[in-house]
């Protein structure tokens, strides 16, 4: 029992006394192989490879969680903050699968799951399993819109849209998520600037502190779009590029907000010393 309680206690110390800021090695490392400027094309194909080669994924607790064609990610909660503090989950394009979520309610079983999505079938039937189901389009405006959808095929209808500031706001109603998880059919394009510093999201004084992105294989405009919003990530340095992968030209990707206090709180604590943004 000694051997095993001083094991513990130098694993201890090794965390907190290696306090170097480990999420701004990996911004510098990434801006030496990708600069969202030129040949947008070829910065697209290869920016998975560029985010896994830079990403401090082994200085953090990540764990994944699959359903049944992807991984999502998790930065594990800090032990002294996981049963006190209200955990809160968004999942924004449900898919007819909530494999991710099941497995996160398992492991977070403190945290709330709400999910949107304007397919009912399947959807209003599986995600109560984990949370509240609202069947409406997330976005970034209010309105009724053409969006791309999956029923039985993924086909054009018209949908009604809330945008994600009036969401939290109507029916999460926490200030702080400590994931969002959004696959939305193109639709995340313009919502990428809410997540910046000047975003809707912070005029709101909401914080997101973790995010599950699926960005759909851009046109010219979206991929412009897309890169713009890289380099804001980049110069604003509060959001850290964690994992990415690709499938048939959509990126996959997965990042945290180490820069607001209340995530590094939550998700970082002494690990390393916080620098003032």
């Known amino acids: 029992?000694?051997?095993?309680?001083?094991?513990?206690?130098?694993?201890?110390?090794?965390?907190?006394?290696?306090?170097?800021?480990?999420?701004?090695?990996?911004?510098?490392?990434?801006?030496?192989?990708?600069?969202?400027t030129s040949d947008l094309e070829k910065q697209w194909t290869n920016f998975p490879y560029y985010v896994n080669k830079c990403a401090p994924k082994n200085r953090l607790p990540i764990q994944g969680f699959s359903n049944t064609d992807e991984m999502k990610y998790h930065v594990m909660p800090m032990p002294y903050v996981s049963n006190v503090v209200n955990c809160s989950i968004i999942s924004l394009g449900i898919g007819k699968d909530v494999e991710a979520e099941k497995s996160m309610q398992t492991a977070l079983p403190n945290c709330q799951f709400w999910g949107a999505d304007p397919v009912n079938e399947t959807n209003a039937e599986i995600f109560p399993e984990v949370g509240k189901f609202y069947n409406i389009a997330v976005g970034a405006e209010n309105g009724t819109f053409r969006s791309y959808v999956l029923e039985d095929i993924y086909r054009y209808q018209e949908v009604k849209y809330m945008d994600l500031v009036t969401f939290i706001r109507s029916f999460v109603k926490r200030p702080v998520i400590d994931q969002i998880m959004?696959?939305?059919?193109?639709?995340?394009?313009?919502?990428?600037?809410?997540?910046?510093?000047?975003?809707?999201?912070?005029?709101?004084?909401?914080?997101?502190?973790?995010?599950?992105?699926?960005?759909?294989?851009?046109?010219?405009?979206?991929?412009?779009?897309?890169?713009?919003?890289?380099?804001?990530?980049?110069?604003?340095?509060?959001?850290?590029?964690?994992?990415?992968?690709?499938?048939?030209?959509?990126?996959?990707?997965?990042m945290i907000n180490h820069g607001n206090e209340e995530c590094h709180n939550r998700y970082i604590g002494a690990i390393y010393e916080k620098k003032l943004l």
Request: include cysteine; charge should be negative; glycine fraction near 2%.
């Open 182 to 254: 959004i696959d939305i059919e193109h639709a995340e394009y313009p919502v990428l600037p809410f997540f910046l510093k000047e975003g809707e999201l912070s005029k709101n004084n909401i914080v997101i502190c973790q995010m599950n992105i699926e960005v759909h294989r851009p046109n010219s405009e979206q991929l412009e779009q897309f890169f713009k919003f890289y380099q804001s990530l980049m110069e604003e340095k509060q959001w850290t590029l964690m994992s990415a992968s690709s499938i048939i030209g959509h990126l996959r990707l997965f």
């Open 1 to 36: 029992m000694a051997a095993t309680s001083n094991c513990h206690q130098k694993i201890a110390v090794l965390i907190i006394t290696d306090r170097s800021d480990f999420f701004e090695t990996a911004r510098l490392c990434i801006l030496s192989y990708v600069d969202g």
